[in-house]
């Protein structure tokens, strides 16, 4: 098997698909089909990160960690913060460069060397 798509259930679709689209760069994928305010996709690689509206009330997910790869963190970190994004500091374990953050909605994101 091959993980093909993580899926995000929010409320906040709008800042969200700003976030994943511009602030992250990657490239929406829609569906003709189905209204983007509740369903859209971008291209992440090999996988796709999947937005679907959240209906009713209570909180919705639970832990996750979306983990981008970039060969310089440094470079991604610096890029990504000049775009408003909330990244904390490159962590190293040898070779291994890490750096976490958050989207708008408080998921956990994280740019890392480890292919």
């Known amino acids: 098997m091959k993980l093909k798509r993580v899926i995000i259930f929010t409320s906040k679709m709008d800042s969200l698909t ?21 369903w859209i996709e971008f ?7 999947a937005l ?3 209906h009713g009330k209570g909180r919705v997910g639970g832990a996750m960690k979306l983990v981008f790869y970039a060969k310089d963190v ?23 460069a890490m750096c976490d953050g958050s989207d708008p ?11």
């Open 18 to 38: 700003k976030f994943y689209g511009k602030q992250l760069g990657l490239s929406p994928r829609i569906d003709p089909r189905v209204d983007p305010s509740e």
């Open 43 to 49: 291209d992440a690689g090999e996988a796709r990160v």
């Open 52 to 54: 679907h509206k959240a």
């Open 74 to 96: 440094d470079k991604a970190r610096a890029l990504l913060m000049r775009k408003k994004v909330k990244m904390g500091t490159v962590k190293r374990f040898g070779e291994t």
């Open 105 to 115: 909605a408080g998921n956990r994101i994280q740019v890392s060397n480890r292919p």
